[in-house]
């Protein structure tokens, strides 16, 4: 997790709460989940959340 979060502040983007569910969600999964699954899990404890920052916070995290 630490790797993907240190990917999101290499790319000038902020550690929201939004961002944070998301890495966890992905941090916890031990398949490879696309970017609907990841955006439905994250749903659910972050109603607010859209698919546009799941799929940002997703690209900048592995980038690099």
Same mark, same amino acid.
Not at 1 to 6: D, E, N, R
Not at 24 to 34: C, K, L, M, N, S
């Given at each position: 997790?630490q790797?993907?979060?240190?990917?999101?502040?290499?790319?000038?983007?902020?550690?929201?709460?939004?961002?944070?569910?998301?890495?966890?969600? #992905?941090?916890a999964?031990?398949?490879?989940?696309?970017? &609907? =699954? +990841? $955006?439905?899990? #994250?749903?659910k404890?972050?109603p607010?959340?859209?698919? &546009? =920052? +799941? $799929?940002r916070?997703?690209?900048?995290?592995?980038?690099?």
């Amino acid at each position: 997790m630490q790797q993907l979060s240190q990917g999101i502040r290499d790319a000038g983007l902020r550690l929201t709460h939004q961002r944070l569910e998301i890495l966890r969600v #992905v941090a916890a999964d031990e398949t490879h989940p696309d970017v &609907e =699954t +990841v $955006y439905e899990a #994250v749903r659910k404890r972050v109603p607010t959340n859209s698919l &546009e =920052t +799941v $799929y940002r916070t997703l690209a900048a995290a592995t980038a690099g």
